[in-house]
């Protein structure tokens, strides 16, 4: 529908108004699952259903946006081949695997994450597939243009974006995903996510560093950090 609205990988493409109705939404996902609907939606976030449908094209438009705008909350520090070195690309993977702990572990994902399980292949909805592909789809359309820059500049080592993208995937998340799902509490601090983001790229950057650049990068990062260890 022409003026729906489409959120960026940064979100940046929304009014403060939109974000509060995103909000809206989100809150309502978390409180009554998939009983949300556009009248709903608009009494929580004050506005009309009219205003709704002009921006979102229908419910699952509306689903579809915040998804959009709750991955939009992992961000990817830009970056350019030209002066990048394995210092500049270690910060870059490390905050973008920090936001990402952050959001996943939050109650809003995990609420939006067992909707989409429910769902699938019921025909219940297409809120499954509206998660996967704005959720670990475009976390991986986000991240690969960063690994490619990483390997053209010569700082990382890699015949397939794709897996090199699913094991940085992998040890990111690990199994702490699933164990939300299935109602374990894990330890969410921000220390404990900073911690865990910061292990998870010396691991990457071990196994797909460049050698002495890696090595480099890898063990600069690793004195700050007395704790830390790369495998």
Same mark, same amino acid.
């Given at each position: 529908m022409q003026g729906r609205v489409e959120v960026n990988g940064e979100g940046d493409s929304l009014t403060a108004r939109q974000k509060a109705v995103l909000d809206a939404a989100l809150g309502l996902l978390v409180e009554g699952g998939d009983a949300v &609907?556009?009248?709903? $939606?608009?009494?929580?976030?004050?506005?009309?259903?009219? &205003?709704?449908? %002009?921006?979102?094209?229908?419910?699952?438009?509306?689903?579809? *946006? &915040? $998804?959009?705008?709750?991955?939009?909350? $992992?961000?990817?520090?830009?970056?350019?081949?030209?002066?990048?070195?394995?210092?500049?690309l270690f910060a870059s993977l490390e905050g973008f695997a920090r936001d990402w702990l952050r959001v996943l572990s939050g109650e809003i994902s995990v609420t939006l994450n067992r909707l989409a399980v429910s769902h699938a292949g019921t025909g219940k909805s297409d809120l499954g597939q509206i998660v996967l592909a704005?959720? #670990?789809? *475009?976390?991986?359309?986000? !991240? %690969? #243009? $960063?690994?490619?820059?990483?390997?053209?500049?010569?700082?990382?080592a890699f015949d397939d974006v794709d897996e090199a993208f699913r094991t940085f995937f992998g040890l990111v998340v690990r199994d702490m995903q699933i164990r939300l799902l299935l109602g374990d509490q894990q330890e969410s601090t921000d220390a404990a996510i900073a911690?865990?983001?910061?292990?998870? &790229?010396?691991?990457?950057?071990? !196994?797909?560093?460049?050698?002495?650049?890696?090595?480099d990068a890898a063990g600069s990062i690793r004195k700050g950090i007395p704790h830390a260890r790369l495998l």
């Amino acid at each position: 529908m022409q003026g729906r609205v489409e959120v960026n990988g940064e979100g940046d493409s929304l009014t403060a108004r939109q974000k509060a109705v995103l909000d809206a939404a989100l809150g309502l996902l978390v409180e009554g699952g998939d009983a949300v &609907t556009m009248t709903g $939606v608009a009494r929580r976030a004050s506005c009309s259903k009219e &205003t709704l449908y %002009k921006w979102f094209g229908d419910r699952d438009g509306l689903l579809t *946006a &915040t $998804v959009q705008w709750q991955a939009s909350k $992992v961000r990817v520090a830009p970056l350019t081949r030209e002066g990048l070195d394995a210092k500049s690309l270690f910060a870059s993977l490390e905050g973008f695997a920090r936001d990402w702990l952050r959001v996943l572990s939050g109650e809003i994902s995990v609420t939006l994450n067992r909707l989409a399980v429910s769902h699938a292949g019921t025909g219940k909805s297409d809120l499954g597939q509206i998660v996967l592909a704005n959720g #670990p789809f *475009a976390m991986a359309r986000r !991240l %690969k #243009p $960063v690994l490619e820059i990483g390997r053209e500049a010569g700082l990382l080592a890699f015949d397939d974006v794709d897996e090199a993208f699913r094991t940085f995937f992998g040890l990111v998340v690990r199994d702490m995903q699933i164990r939300l799902l299935l109602g374990d509490q894990q330890e969410s601090t921000d220390a404990a996510i900073a911690r865990d983001a910061t292990r998870a &790229t010396q691991q990457f950057f071990a !196994l797909y560093g460049a050698q002495k650049e890696a090595a480099d990068a890898a063990g600069s990062i690793r004195k700050g950090i007395p704790h830390a260890r790369l495998l």
